[in-house]
């Protein structure tokens, strides 16, 4: 069976590296390919004198146009499966190996594996997906917290080890590059589900998550990851008009979210330097974008 790993990464070279270490363990991996979006910290020269290691360099268009590339090339490569992930998460040896028996599985399309941070099951997985109740979040019967010891089948996972059939990319294609970051993942996986595939998560092929520590207070830790915000009202906005089944999902649910963005911006800009009054407008215009379905970088 043809197996390629496909790995996005951007100035995380540290941890690409231990990735690599990880991907390199995993012996039924036939090729690995990364795709470097434009990282500046020795990324890509460091990924140069990797002989074993097929390397598409690009500008950075971020994690969607980072699978989209890299999906695209290890299709056109021949691959049966592809086995997606960012920088930050770590295989354990044997998680292929866990994943591999559950390829011939009756209708399944994407595999999914148990990622783990310190230890402690991590994740954002969920089995139901909601189109019709716009007062309810469109991620239901969440797996988080829940004693899950066999394969279960689930509506949505990340792009942090999700394994995806080449029959499952003929039908349902790329991943839409347009949303750059954010909500990429659950687009795909929605079109998969939506298109007739099984999702199957495995809880025997485990995969490590880097975890971030930050000593920033409140104020700068928002300032930081401001402009993520925008696309997160942008994106959820666009899933939820895309595949709402009626009017008020596809325009109340995310107006309700970016009113509360709206409300926090303007109550903490007398006293916190984190949002502007260009922000309030930035953040009505993602939502507009959202719900017009005009993409792009932001």
């Not at 109340?252 to 926090?264: D, E, K, P, Q, T």
Request: proline share 3%.
């Amino acid at each position: 069976m043809n197996i390629k790993a496909v790995v996005v990464t951007y100035n995380r070279k540290e941890l690409l590296k231990r990735n690599i270490t990880c991907l390199r363990a995993n012996t039924p991996v036939s090729s690995i390919v990364v795709v470097n979006n434009g990282s500046t910290d020795g990324t890509g020269e460091w990924l140069d004198d990797q002989k074993d290691l097929t390397v598409i360099h690009q500008e950075n268009v971020g994690g969607s146009g980072g699978f989209y590339r890299g999906i695209q090339y290890a299709y056109q490569a021949g691959a049966d499966w592809i086995w997606c992930m960012d920088d930050d998460v770590f295989p354990r040896a044997d998680c292929m190996e866990h994943l591999l028996p559950y390829t011939h599985e009756s209708g399944v399309g994407i595999l999914a594996p148990r990622r783990l941070m310190e230890g402690q099951i991590f994740t954002n997985d969920f089995q139901k997906v909601n189109l019709t109740n716009p007062f309810a979040s469109m991620y239901q019967q969440k797996l988080k917290g829940r004693v899950i010891d066999s394969p279960v089948d689930i509506c949505g996972t990340a792009f942090e080890g999700l394994c995806i059939s080449r029959e499952a990319v003929e039908r349902i294609g790329l991943p839409n590059k347009e949303l750059f970051i954010f909500c990429d993942d659950t687009d795909y996986c929605l079109r998969a589900v939506l298109a007739g595939f099984r999702i199957l998560y495995i809880p025997s092929a485990l995969m490590d998550k880097e975890k971030f520590f930050s000593d920033d207070d409140w104020e700068t830790r928002s300032r930081k990851k401001k402009w993520k915000r925008f696309y997160q009202v942008r994106n959820a906005a666009y899933l939820n008009h895309r595949y709402g089944k009626n009017w008020a999902v596809r325009y109340l649910r995310s107006f309700h979210a970016v009113l509360g963005y709206i409300v926090i911006a303007l109550a903490t800009i007398p006293f916190k330097d984190v949002y502007t009054l260009d922000d309030v407008a930035k953040f009505w215009k993602a939502y507009r974008d959202g719900i017009l379905e005009k993409l792009g970088k932001l």
